[in-house]
């Protein structure tokens, strides 16, 4: 997971473009007698995150009273998604938000799509608050549900709040077999904490990281299989050796917690791929 720059909107802001263009006079002013009630769920929110504890979080408090759930959740959709909608600049600047358009849920695929923290199916009021969106793949955003989180541990990450690539914590383990595959595993340091490190192995859990990792990793086997072989032809196993360190050092810059950190490192410590298990 990679962490993102809190967007700077304001959330009364944000709100009040999404419904500028409501045509029908009775909606339009319980959507305008609502904005108190977003604002005050949006400062909430903001509270909770400071001390990561979304999880306490009432959702029967964050139902409006002056308009219904239903056309909450239709501003974010109608008015905040849909082409030319009055809200659409402010979807389109969190959606490229994600730096080179990767998602930071798992740091590898595109991004598609926003993915509220807090369901809009519970948390109607932060349906279009900017903080509890986040630029994210599709994948993700299916793999994530619309689970509310019922205690501390479960808590998925949250980009904009939680920096998890301070420390190490996603590593890889070679399977000895033919053609060699690779599993991962989040394992993150006692030093963390309980809860961090419950909330970094619940995400991984959660989106599917493995499946995904272990996939990308088994075609960038085959990928560098030809690369691996010049170089045991040319100094045998400490060059190829050499070669899988230098990989992993260099996407150690960019992200620690990289699948290809994981398992560049992971194929540097075998003795039995570099002597020759990087033959498929």
């Known amino acids: 997971m990679w962490s993102l720059t809190p967007p700077g909107m304001d959330p009364g802001d944000t709100y009040d473009l999404c419904i500028s263009r409501v045509v029908e006079q009775p909606l339009a002013r319980q959507l305008v007698r609502a904005r108190p009630e977003v604002v005050a769920a949006a400062a909430s929110f903001d509270v909770a995150a400071a001390k990561s504890e979304w999880y306490l979080l009432d959702a029967a408090k964050f139902k409006p009273i002056a308009t219904t759930s239903a056309q909450m959740k239709s501003t974010y959709s109608n008015r905040m998604v849909r082409a030319k909608a009055p809200g659409k600049p402010s979807y389109d600047m969190l959606i490229t938000s994600a730096p080179h358009g ?106 599917n990281l493995n499946a995904l990792y272990a996939a990308q990793a088994a075609a960038e086997l085959r990928s560098i299989e030809l690369a691996l072989q010049r170089a045991f032809d040319r100094a045998g196993a400490p060059a190829v050796r050499q070669q899988l360190h230098d990989q992993a050092d260099s996407r150690r810059v960019v992200h620690a917690n990289s699948w290809q950190v994981a398992l560049y490192e992971c194929l540097a410590g075998s003795d039995w791929f570099c002597d020759g298990g990087f033959k498929s």
Not at 113 to 142: G, M, Q
Not at 170 to 186: D, G, H, N, S
Request: net charge negative.
């Open 102 to 207: 990767i998602c930071p849920l798992c740091g590898h695929r595109p991004v598609s799509t926003l993915d509220h923290y807090l369901p809009k199916s519970e948390f109607p009021l932060l349906a279009v608050t900017p903080r509890n969106l986040i630029p994210a793949c599709s994948d993700c955003n299916h793999d994530k549900r619309d689970a509310q989180p019922k205690d501390a541990l479960n808590q998925t990450l949250h980009p904009y709040f939680d920096n998890a690539d301070d420390t190490r914590w996603l590593y890889a383990e070679l399977q000895q077999v033919a053609p060699a595959t690779v599993i991962f595993r989040a394992d993150p340091d006692s030093k963390l904490g309980a809860v961090p490190a419950a909330r970094i192995r619940n995400h991984f859990d959660a989106l």
